[in-house]
Nanobody, 128 residues
Framework: VQLVESGGGLVQPGGSLRLSCAASGFTFSSYAMSWYRQAPGKEREFVASVSSRGSMTTYADSVKGRFSISRDNVENTLYLQMNTLKPEDTAVFSC??????????????????????WGQGTQVTVSS
């Protein structure tokens, strides 16, 4: 299993970025996928998750209405569209694969230990 994030960078407050996570080594369309982030000196926190077919999503309250998670099960790629970025969004963003096949609930992906594979992460810095 390999998860490779891209799309991070430096952006001004109010700006947008689109993160991608290229997945390989497993049947991508059978697993829910999540984005997590970790800011310096803070614990890793849940950002968003999408069900295996892409029909259901759930978000952390801190990003609801600003971020949008999606997936392309043909290209085996997970996305995170981030709009109206704030300095407090600065973090390393990582994608993760849910351990259970074809499983979904809004609570399941909010626990990091329900995921079995993680990408290396991509840095997002929001600063003027």
């Amino acid at each position: 299993v390999q998860l490779v994030e891209s799309g991070g960078g430096l952006v001004q407050p109010g700006g947008s970025l689109r993160l991608s996570c290229a997945a390989s080594g497993f049947t991508f369309s059978s697993y829910a996928m999540s984005w997590y982030r970790q800011a310096p000196g803070k614990e890793r926190e849940f950002v968003a998750s999408v069900s295996s077919r892409g029909s259901m999503t759930t978000y952390a309250d801190s990003v609801k209405g600003r971020f949008s998670i999606s997936r392309d099960n043909v290209e085996n790629t997970l996305y995170l569209q981030m709009n109206t970025l704030k300095p407090e969004d600065t973090a390393v963003f990582s994608c993760a694969k849910l351990a259970l096949r074809d499983a979904w609930s809004s609570a399941l992906p909010r626990r990091a230990d329900n995921h079995d594979y993680w990408g290396q992460g991509t840095q997002v810095t929001v600063s003027s």
